[in-house]
């Protein structure tokens, strides 16, 4: 059996509206404005390290991102609400596969890593973000919204986390993260 975990997110949250950070994020992502989805805004949200959720109008679009990471990290250095970032979460509402998939997104994280296949404290706030601007496309059970994320596929590490969100547009209350996971490596630390 493989190992499944579960999360509950708490979060805050903080929407860019000015438009010319906007560009320079799209720009971080070497895209530009126009490519953007903007239907949703672009969000600092934080469980505990923060990170930009960022909508991109299409699927090709968000294969089409290449992070310049010095521009996104000038972004983050610049801004007094989101110093300190960790990384950019984008986003399409656009999927791969059809089913309970709601979203695919890239994580780029920076610190020499380039980008993640799979990151649930990323996958949390966007699930809670969806859910709050009421863009699921899913019919809530019971008051909980039930859908997957997908990540990774644009570095053939294909990811599925799946979500439940209790609550409202408008009015998140709970979000909760599951996933399966895999063995990638092994290593001994010593102190």
Known sequence: MEPRWWWRAGCWSFEIEDSQEQADIARSLGLAREDLDETLPIQAVSTGNTMLLVPIRSLRDLGNCRPNQNLLDDIFERNDVFRG??????FTRETIEIGAARAHAR????????????????????GGYL????????????GVYKFVIEQGDFINRPSRIGLEVKGEPGKVEEVRVSGTSVVVARGVLEF
């Open 85 to 90: 970032g960790t990384g950019c979460y984008a």
């Open 107 to 126: 994580f780029f994280v920076g610190m020499g890593i380039g980008e993640d296949p799979a990151t649930g404290s990323a996958a949390g706030p966007l």
């Open 131 to 142: 859910v709050h601007h009421g863009a699921t496309r899913v019919e809530p059970v019971n």
